[in-house]
């Protein structure tokens, strides 16, 4: 099969690159700004090429002949929602929309990654793709532009699903966490990636594990290897078809609190130290910019993805601690484990 991967130098990117690059059946192509997590990772059947999918001839250059498009590309940081909400429907929305238009004229299959986030303020106790309703918040808080953004490209693929005019699977990620997350920021650092790279940086660095209205919004976090295993059922899966995916582990549901509790009994486990951080409670204004509205999550309903033959096999503790030593063994050398875990 031959694979377009877009946004292959990201964290996802380079891990469903190497998957796809052990698969000797697949020749793939990956398109990227930079290409730093993927050192050490490549082969015959794969090749970097330096760009950015908002430069649409180099896209359909790259993408003439392909079998699949997998398009990872997409701002993810809740600071650049509030900051510069254009761009991010930009980029989100419009750069997205020409990938697909053009797997519509060259009938190319699109595997596009949207996010979790598209359901809004949950009405129901679990999301269910194809059932649960996508509330979002004011337009006062343009953090929801993200959401909104990708909610929309999701109903274009529908849309055009429909007319048969596009064969295309969308994936909804849940907090997908391991090595190579993102990068790390200097202690007492406010906005910025995720959660869990925030928390990490406070460990080595001791400086303060900021808890966002208090930390009590939950999460459902899901293992790299496990992410990954799910992209390579949906494309291989004819039952994948014209479909929208939860990609999560129900299992791994907790606050954010109780993920700062966690790692850092962990960091404890792992090192032999005390850790020094301490829990600082901070406003979502005042940590991410005005604008900024976080909701409560409720896990999701995986069933249609488990329905295809895939099932997450990392727990709570070992998709943190697996994700932690990652940053761990580069700061102390302590060994790292294998990405199954």
């Given at each position: 099969m031959h694979i377009l991967l877009l946004g292959a130098g990201g964290f996802l990117g380079s891990h469903i690159a190497e998957a796809l690059i052990n698969q000797a059946a697949h020749d793939v192509v990956g398109l990227d700004i930079d290409d730093d997590k993927l050192d050490g990772i490549g082969g015959p059947n794969f090749r970097f090429v330096?760009?950015?999918?908002?430069?649409?001839?180099?896209?359909?250059?790259?993408?003439?002949?392909?079998?699949?498009?997998?398009?990872?590309?997409?701002?993810?940081?809740p600071s650049i929602y509030v900051t510069q909400p254009l761009e991010v429907?930009?980029?989100?929305?419009?750069?997205?929309?020409?990938?697909?238009?053009?797997?519509?004229?060259?009938?190319?299959?699109?595997?596009?990654?949207?996010?979790?986030?598209?359901?809004?303020?949950?009405?129901?106790?679990?999301?269910?793709?194809?059932?649960?309703?996508?509330?979002?918040?004011?337009?006062?808080?343009?953090?929801?532009?993200?959401?909104?953004?990708?909610?929309l490209?999701?109903?274009?693929?529908?849309?055009?699903?429909?007319?048969?005019?596009?064969?295309?699977?969308?994936?909804?990620?849940?907090?997908?966490?391991?090595?190579?997350?993102?990068?790390?920021?200097?202690?007492?650092?406010?906005?910025g990636p995720r959660v869990f790279s925030h928390f990490m940086s406070a460990l080595l660095t001791g400086g303060p594990m900021y808890l966002v209205n208090g930390g009590e919004a939950h999460r459902s976090f899901t293992h790299i290897a496990d992410a990954t295993?799910?992209?390579?059922?949906?494309l291989e899966h004819p039952g994948a078809s014209k479909q929208i995916f939860n990609l999560g582990n129900p299992a791994n549901d907790i606050?954010?609190?109780?993920?700062?509790?966690?790692?850092?009994?962990?960091?404890?486990?792992?090192?032999?130290a005390t850790s020094a951080t301490e829990l600082v409670e901070i406003s979502g204004d005042d940590f991410y910019g005005e604008g900024y509205e976080d909701t409560n999550r409720v896990p999701p309903d995986v069933s249609k993805l488990r329905?295809?033959?895939?099932?997450?096999?990392?727990?709570?503790r070992t998709t943190v601690a697996d994700a932690m030593r990652y940053y761990l063994g580069a700061a102390n050398s302590i060994p790292q484990p294998s990405e199954t875990g």
């Open positions: 330096r760009g950015d999918v908002r430069d649409a001839t180099q896209v359909e250059e790259l993408a003439a002949g392909v079998d699949v498009v997998v398009d990872l590309v997409s701002y993810a940081n429907f930009d980029l989100n929305f419009r750069s997205n929309l020409a990938v697909a238009d053009f797997c519509v004229a060259h009938d190319i299959r699109l595997i596009q990654f949207s996010t979790s986030e598209v359901y809004g303020r949950p009405l129901e106790p679990t999301y269910r793709e194809d059932a649960s309703p996508l509330v979002m918040g004011p337009v006062t808080k343009q953090r929801w532009i993200y959401a909104a953004a990708k909610q490209l999701e109903r274009v693929l529908h849309a055009y699903g429909l007319e048969g005019r596009l064969d295309y699977t969308i994936i909804r990620p849940f907090n997908v966490i391991g090595s190579r997350l993102d990068y790390l920021v200097p202690a007492g650092t406010v906005g295993a799910a992209v390579l059922t949906v606050s954010i609190r109780g993920l700062a509790a966690l790692m850092r009994e962990l960091y404890e486990e792992l090192t032999g329905a295809l033959g895939w099932e997450p096999r990392h727990d709570l």
